[in-house]
Every structure is written in C-alpha cells, then in structure tokens.
C-alpha cells in the first residue's frame, strides 16, 4: 500500500521499538526520520547495529529513551555528539551490544525462532548486563557440554528502510551493500518501505527483489530520501549538511 510521509509517520506508537536502514553515513532513511522527529507526543526504543546519521538527528531531537547498538559511529568524524552527551547526562537507557550478538538475534527474528547461539562473547562483562536485561542467556550446550550464549531474537516493532526502487506491493530493489536490512524486513512486525523510486509490478517479473512485498506494512515515494547520507549510485553524502545539522565545525 502507497502512503504519504506523514500517514507512514502516524502509524509509529509511543514506545515502539525501531530499526532503521543502512549505517553510519549511507542510506539511512532521512525523509522519513524528518518527518518523524515532528512529533512531540512519542518516545521510541531504538536497535541497530552501526548506525549513526539517524540515530543523531533522533537523539537530537529527544525522540527516544532506550537505545541497544554494538557501534555508534560518525565514522572519521568520531563519537557522534548528541549520543555521548545522552548517554553521558543518563538521558538515554543505552545498552551496549557486540555485533555479533546484534546478528545472531535479528537473524533468529527474521526466521521466527526464539534464540540464536553465539560463542565469541563469553567471557566479557556484557554477558552480565545482558542477562540483567533478559537479552542473552548462559546454558550447557547440550551436545558437548560446554558453556554457550543464546541471544534472544530480536524482533522490532518497526523496521524503516529505504530502498532504491519498490513497488506497490512492496517488492524492493537494493543496490549495493544490503547490511542487515533483510533480516530487519523479516524480523520487524511492521515494515515502512521509503523508495526513490516506485516501479509498476511488472518491474520485479523475472527478477528476485531484495525485499519480498508479503513483509511490507507499507510503501512511500521518497525521492532522495536517504540525504544528506548516501544513496548507493545515486548521491553521496552532503558533508556539509551533515557538518551543520550536527553541530560539529
């Protein structure tokens, strides 16, 4: 179903857990972020595993009060500073991750099983904090006996991805690096599609999309929806908005 940016926007409930596309600088999806940061009556949790772009202009604007990442990055630009400063001054719940973890769970949410193994954590003081939490749990391996990590799937309420072409159906092309946006897609109980461009049906005839339309809630025409972070073969960066919108000189 095609909807406008603002009908996408109204479908998000206080409390809701998100997960947005791309990483750090790269095909995050702006258009809808700004339009959502216009509303002041919701509060939102926030996973994801290298975000950055984004997850600052949320933070900026005091849109969430629970954040679960294993990197948050401006990359060469440093810490981003809006996430220190919550984190820092206790604003924000933050609950540190490995990436890992972070994939071993939304892979287990997108194929709809409660948990999935990992081993490489043990032994680090986020074991504690996440059993604390109810997110990773310490068992027997019950073939050898000896001690691995389930991490709990992770199943957001919301994924918001931008893609390069959808349909109405919801079938979308990505191109270049896909991230884990497919795992989101299947992971997330409700999935808002933004599009820079919206492609009749027959588009994906003969052609495997990267995301199937019977995991898409809705779609919405977003031209240029991923600025000022990139668009792969499309546009790059603005620098300098970017600069600007965070504060940094």
């Not at 495997?208 to 000022?228: C, D, K, L, M, Q």
Request: hydrophobic share 40%; with cysteine; charged share 25%.
């Amino acid at each position: 179903m095609i909807v406008s940016l603002e009908e996408a926007v109204s479908t998000i409930r206080d409390g809701d857990l998100i997960t947005i596309s791309g990483i750090s600088f790269h095909r995050n999806p702006m258009a809808f972020i700004y339009t959502l940061i216009k509303r002041s009556d919701i509060r939102l949790s926030f996973v994801d595993r290298e975000p950055g772009f984004g997850l600052e202009i949320l933070l900026k604007h005091r849109m969430l009060r629970q954040v679960r990442a294993p990197m948050v990055t401006l990359e060469w630009l440093g810490i981003p500073p809006y996430f220190r400063k919550a984190v820092e001054n206790g604003e924000i719940d933050y609950l540190e991750d490995t990436c890992g973890a972070f994939i071993a769970g939304i892979r287990a949410g997108s194929h709809g099983i409660p948990f999935m193994p990992v081993k490489g954590v043990l032994g680090s003081d986020l074991v504690k904090l996440h059993e604390e939490r109810g997110s990773w749990r310490r068992i027997n391996d019950p073939f050898t006996n000896k001690e691995i990590l389930l991490v709990r799937a992770i199943e957001p309420d919301v994924a918001i991805i931008h893609v390069h072409k959808a349909d109405e159906e919801g079938n979308s092309e990505i191109l270049g690096p896909l991230y884990e946006d497919i795992y989101k897609a299947k992971a997330a109980k409700k999935v808002i599609i933004t599009a820079e461009e919206i492609v009749p049906r027959s588009y994906f005839r003969g052609k495997r999309p990267s995301i199937n339309g019977e995991f898409v809630t809705y779609v919405v025409h977003a031209p240029r929806g991923a600025e000022p972070t990139s668009m792969f073969g499309i546009y790059d960066v603005d620098w300098e908005r970017v600069l600007d919108e965070i504060d940094l000189p």
